[in-house]
Nanobody, 137 residues
Framework: QVQLVDSGGGSVQAGGSLRLSCASSGYTATQSCMGWFRQAPGKEREEREGVALICTGSGSTYYADSVKGRFTISQDNTNSNNAVYLQMSDLKPEDTGMYYC?????????????????????????WGQGTQVTVSS
């Protein structure tokens, strides 16, 4: 059974930092990517925005334009369970939302061809339960 357990959310003031973690278990894929999507307040599940992804093996990364230079994604594959981390700095109120860990059983090039969106994750991967991030001004 595939499990993605994400944690690390919280409430901070603008300019603050948070670190999200996601531990995965129950699947092995030589070509897969993990990361986070966020669902802004009032948005539907299908409107979740890809924030950052990192791929096993290649280490390829993806960042949404809105977070480049502020967020850093990393991974730890030293154990049998893969883990990814998202260091978020200089947080802004517009970063507020529910952050969902996602694992996609595709290469980065395939994800970008299909679209870094919720539909791709739903069809080719798994979701975590989500962790809330709230940034106040």
């Amino acid at each position: 059974q595939v499990q993605l357990v994400d944690s690390g959310g919280g409430s901070v003031q603008a300019g603050g930092s948070l670190r999200l973690s996601c531990a995965s278990s129950g699947y092995t894929a030589t070509q897969s990517c993990m990361g986070w999507f966020r669902q802004a307040p009032g948005k539907e599940r299908e409107e979740r925005e890809g924030v950052a992804l990192i791929c096993t093996g290649s280490g390829s990364t993806y960042y949404a334009d809105s977070v480049k230079g502020r967020f850093t994604i990393s991974q730890d594959n030293t154990n049998s369970n893969n883990a990814v981390y998202l260091q978020m700095s200089d947080l802004k109120p517009e970063d507020t939302g529910m952050y969902y860990c996602a694992a996609v059983l595709l290469r980065m090039t395939d994800i970008q061809t299909l679209g870094v969106n919720a539909k791709t994750v739903t069809e080719f991967g798994y979701w975590g339960q989500g962790t809330q991030v709230t940034v106040s001004s």
